[in-house]
């Protein structure tokens, strides 16, 4: 398992060394062909005693002239030569030659590496070759200088520290400008007094090392590295210091904690010391005063010593790093960052290791033209996620907050804060998803990978650039076409805007023209987008021709469905709330579709009903209604007296303050309709508002039975003849009747005092004239019966 993952890590470290070092190689092609500039000496000579002699002189001008008259030809087989290689060096050939170049590189340094040190170890430096005592008034001179500049940059630092300390409290606490431009311009004003800090430290340094150190008047060399490399070396921790500032919460770039911060502003304040004054002071010095050999090796060992001590805190704190990324991505707001910071997560210690590795082999191998390149792309790298970091924070606290709008918009526009809040969202998505491309696209153009500036000047590039913001053009103006149009809607809709509730057929209307405004809006939106960034459309367009036609042929229920619905509502057959009967149900319209009626009935049922089905619409909620009431009288009634009677209780009913807004017109007293068979029918109609029928109907009922009850006037109802039928000489039998009576005096109960049939008192005790058969019937009433005539 060791072995497998040092030799994935060993892949990866060559792939890096390709990516990254070969454009640092590539940068300075240019200048190996003059390498061996300082061995044409002897050729000068040559050329100036040709020069002197008449003869040799005047050969080379007709020489050089005929050479003149071959050069366009020359020229062009050259330059066919020249397109011919580099149509011949392909990718795999350029990565091939690229690998081949670092590999030697390499090799060839990591051999006179293991010289100087073996040179080193056999004492091959002689120890004559130094002057001691010049290297000692030197070492002191320069440890006084460096004293000197340190101390007034201490100094200097501690008399500031107040102004990072406001600063900081106006960063956390200050009421005015946004936080995030509060907190960049508070931080670039700490870096400026960082940076004159250290300017003053040097120019301090300066003037000790000339007027009050070593020779008056004179700056030494050494003098010269050490106040150079500190300059630039605490500028860099200066910028470190504007990531991290572990002392000032409000000047800290970075959202991490105290601590945290404190360590890592430690550590590569370290790494940068150890390395900047390392081959920026100790190494020149070494070559001055013992030779370029032990320098080069003593760098060497610098630059091992920084790689070994910055891969150690590493993987020291690879676990620690992973779990704070994979917080931020659970964090996070977009997909894209989420999953982007756990595959940092992951992968940020191999990342770290390749770098460190890269920046190892460009030292040892070519130092003096590939480092500034990887110190450039490494500044350029914190720069650009630096401003990546620092403009997303500021689109959200700008535009990620919660938009309010003032009471009197949101009373004409209720929804219209909550449609505008969600899609903040949606836009800061795709935002962050544009900043996230640009800064790859920096990254990779910092580090020479990808040419920025040459892929833009391209047709390609440039057409890309015009279709991405093409699209989003197109996107923010059809969702600013959605919210006014759908804000108008809502307006119209809404019963506060100063009209009043708008009517059942507004609400109806708007409602289906919202939802086909959101379905055309989006197509025409997809299609345009498809359009702009290369599709033809012509084949979708006729696609969907050709489907809506076949669509057309087998469905033709749905498009009957459709075209009857857009009638309906055009003649405005029906709205919601109404009280309609269609396809034999009644009930009240609860929601309208272009295809179908959502119908629900008096017994709660819903019914979907398409309207395909629909023959008829019967609407009861049109301008206004009737009730129709017909009323039967006995026939002995008089019936003047009795339409008198409806007529009191239509006017008892007017009177009523609960129906007599709803009652439009006075009765109407049709007459008598029908002579039926027990009763005289009496019609009459009350002209409502409409959907009042109903309750009226049932009010004016209650009233009419009390005002007929009152006037003695009968309501005839069903009646039952008992008939027993009659015998030959025309007369009928008994009835057996009980009576019965309640004795609660003694028992409470009921008690049957009725006498049984045949006994005295009884109602169909025998009469003289009853039969032998009479008799025994009755017998066997009261149970008493004998057949044998006892």
């Known amino acids: 398992m060791p072995s497998r993952l040092c030799s994935r890590l060993s892949r990866v470290l060559l792939l890096a060394l390709i990516l990254f070092a070969g454009p640092a190689f590539a940068q300075q092609a240019d200048g190996d062909g003059t390498a061996n500039a300082s061995g044409d000496g002897p050729a000068y000579s040559t050329l100036a005693d040709l020069l002197e002699n008449e003869q040799s002189r005047s050969q080379l001008i007709q020489q050089l002239r005929q050479m003149a008259e071959n050069a366009p030809e020359q020229a062009q087989a050259a330059g066919g030569a020249a397109i011919d290689t580099a149509a011949d060096a392909t990718l795999p050939k350029q990565l091939a030659d690229m690998t081949s170049r670092v590999v030697t590189e390499f090799g060839f340094q990591f051999e006179n590496l293991v010289n100087i040190f073996g040179a080193m170890v056999n004492g091959a430096f002689s120890e004559g070759e130094l002057n001691y005592e010049l290297f000692t008034e030197a070492a002191i001179n320069l440890g006084l200088v460096i004293l000197a500049t340190f101390v007034m940059f201490v100094v200097i630092r501690r008399l500031v520290r107040p102004l990072f300390t406001r600063l900081s409290q106006y960063s956390q606490n200050g009421q005015t400008l946004n936080p995030t431009i509060r907190l960049v311009l508070c931080v670039v004003l700490a870096v400026i007094v960082d940076a004159a800090v250290v300017g003053l430290a040097y120019v301090g340094g300066n003037l000790a090392a000339t007027f009050a150190i070593g020779e008056t008047g004179s700056l030494s060399t050494r003098a010269s590295l050490f ?99 994979f917080d931020s991505a659970v964090r996070s707001s977009l997909a894209a960052s989420g999953v982007a910071l756990r595959m940092l997560g992951r992968t940020w210690h191999l990342w770290a290791i390749i770098y460190f590795s890269v920046v190892l082999v460009l030292t040892l191998t070519r130092p003096e033209d590939a480092l500034p390149f990887v110190l450039m792309a490494t500044l350029k790298t914190l720069g650009i996620v630096l401003a990546a970091m620092l403009i997303s924070r500021l689109l959200v606290q700008a535009v990620g907050r919660r938009i309010t709008l003032s009471s009197e918009l949101n009373k004409k526009l209720p929804l219209l804060e909550t449609r ?5 969202p949606t836009l800061l998505r795709i935002v962050n998803v544009l900043i996230l491309i640009v800064a790859a696209m920096a990254l990779l153009n910092a580090w020479g990978v990808f040419d920025m500036a040459t892929w833009y000047a391209s047709e390609a590039g440039r057409l890309l650039v015009s279709q991405v913001i093409n699209v989003v053009i197109i996107l923010v ?97 029906m709205n919601t709330g109404d009280v309609v009967t269609l396809g034999g149900i009644t009930g009240t319209a609860e929601k309208l579709s272009i295809r179908s009626v959502g119908i629900r009935d008096l017994h709660g049922t819903y019914h979907l009903v398409p309207f395909s089905s629909v023959d008829v619409v019967s609407n009861y909620m049109r301008g206004f209604a009737y009730h129709v009431g017909e009323y039967g009288v006995a026939y002995r009634e008089n019936v003047d007296e009795a339409i008198v ?42 002209k409502t508002t409409p959907g009042n029928q109903w309750a009226i109907g049932r009010a004016y009922n209650r009233l009419v039975k009390m005002h007929l009850d009152e006037a003695g006037i009968e309501i005839p109802f069903p009646h039952t003849t008992v008939y027993f039928g009659e015998d030959k000489q025309g007369k009928a039998p008994a009835a057996n009747l009980r009576l ?51």
Do not use: C
């Open 227 to 325: 106040l150079n490399a500190f300059l630039v070396i605490e500028l860099l921790k200066a910028a470190v210091r504007m990531l991290f500032a572990s002392r000032y919460e409000g000047l800290r770039l970075l959202p991490i904690s105290a601590d945290n911060a404190s360590y890592w502003n430690r550590w590569i304040a370290r790494l940068i010391g150890l390395t900047g004054y390392g081959l920026m002071v100790v190494v020149p010095l070494i070559n001055t005063y013992l030779s370029y050999s032990v320098g080069e090796g003593i760098g060497a060992l610098i630059m091992i010593g920084a790689y070994l001590y910055a891969i150690t805190v590493v993987l020291i704190n690879r676990t620690k790093l992973r779990d704070a990324l």
């Open 420 to 424: 505008l809040n969600s899609y903040v």
């Open 477 to 573: 103006v059809a969702a600013g076409t959605w919210i006014a149009l759908a804000s108008f809607i809502e307006h119209k809709l809404n019963p506060s805007t100063g009209r009043g509730m708008p009517s059942a057929r507004a609400q109806t209307l708007l409602s289906l023209f919202r939802n086909a405004l959101a379905i055309a809006i989006v197509t025409m939106t997809a299609m345009i987008v498809l359009s702009e960034i290369g599709i033809n459309i012509g084949p979708l367009i006729a696609g969907a021709g050709v489907l809506g036609l076949a669509i057309g042929f087998g469905a033709q229920k749905l498009v009957q469905d459709i075209i009857t619905g857009i009638f309906i509502q055009v003649e405005n057959a």
């Open 645 to 686: 009677a409806l007529r009191n209780a239509f006017d008892e009913l007017s009177s009523d303050d609960q129906w007599k807004t709803e009652i439009l017109e006075p009765l109407e007293v049709a007459g008598v309709i029908a002579l039926a068979d027990s009763s005289v029918n009496i019609r009459v109609r009350i």
């Open 740 to 790: 019965v009576e309640k004795d609660v005096v003694s028992t409470g109960k009921e008690k049957d005092t009725a006498p049984l049939p045949g006994e005295e008192g009884s109602v169909d005790a025998p009469r003289e004239h009853e039969t032998r058969e009479y008799a025994e019937t009755n017998a066997k009433f009261r149970g008493d019966y004998d057949p044998e005539g006892n």
